[in-house]
């Protein structure tokens, strides 16, 4: 297993009632869309994607949900992360500098997208539509240091943007073939809904989907998507429009701690 670093936090930003962004000090090689496995030696250990990379930092963007993620919202700045990574296959960067691309994030998807916005930033001309349940929920409309064509955003409540979803901004505000790549990073409904909406333009895309991962090495299995079998923390958890079309079990199942399928 990879070493495990104790990392100070830097500095910990409240994004809404429902998110925080912590940030420890730069000592990785990490590229967006890839991940870090963080434990609190108490409650077991979660995967979070980078929401932001800068020389002297990496920041992770984390939603309360359960007893883990609640004890990390307990954290202040001076206490230690415990923090193994990164792993599995970013965006490719060098391929998307230069290119006219569009981004579509939801939710915490958006921070994976953030992070390559910012990344890229001058290097490619970048749309990016951002969506949410409501004005509440909606993550980084004022935090996103990149230089951008455009940004949209959409939200169910219709409390900020266009009311409806990012499919919705899709169709009345956004010229699709004019854009050379489209990234998408969110909840998997979304995804999908992303995905049949580009079924019949031809237009290549990249996803960043979530699996629930235990080693995050592509030991175990658990995060293993059928047909395939691709491991998301190793092939993934950034797969182009063409292998995700193969894999059937996307928006259809997935698995919990125990390995059982469920439903969505």
């Known amino acids: 297993m990879d070493k495990r670093f104790a990392l100070e936090i830097e500095s910990v930003n ?3 009632s429902g998110h925080k962004t912590f940030e420890v000090k730069n000592i990785f090689d990490v590229k967006p869309g890839q991940f870090f496995m963080i434990t609190d030696y108490k409650n077991g250990e979660k995967p979070f994607s980078v929401s932001r990379i800068t020389k002297e930092r990496v920041s992770f963007t984390v939603k309360k949900l359960g007893s883990f993620t609640s004890g990390l919202f307990d954290m ?8 193994r990574g990164p792993y599995g296959n970013g965006f490719d960067c060098e391929l998307l500098a230069g290119k006219k691309l569009l981004l579509v994030g939801g939710g915490c998807g958006t921070g994976p997208l953030r992070s390559l916005a910012e990344y890229i930033s001058g290097k490619a001309e970048i749309n990016f539509i951002n969506g949410a349940r409501s004005k509440e929920d909606l993550l980084f409309e004022k935090g996103l240091d990149a230089n951008l064509a455009s940004y949209s955003c959409a939200t169910d409540d219709g409390s900020a943007g266009i009311k409806g979803t990012v499919i919705d901004v899709c169709k009345n505000t956004v010229d699709l073939k004019s854009h ?12 999908c809904a992303v995905r049949d909406y580009l079924k019949d333009t031809g237009i290549p895309a990249f ?5 629930y991962m235990k080693c995050a090495v592509g030991i175990c299995g658990q995060c293993s998507v059928d047909p395939l079998g691709v491991r998301v923390c190793v092939e993934g958890p950034v797969f182009d429009g063409d ?6 079990e996307f928006g259809v199942y997935k698995r919990d701690a125990s390995g059982t399928c469920r439903e969505f």
């Open 243 to 248: 292998l995700l079309s193969r894999l059937t």
């Open 14 to 16: 409240i994004e809404n």
């Open 76 to 83: 202040k700045p001076g206490d230690a992360l415990y923090i």
């Open 207 to 211: 996803y960043l989907i979530e699996r």
């Open 180 to 191: 050379d790549y489209i990234v998408t990073s969110g909840p998997e409904m979304m995804l």
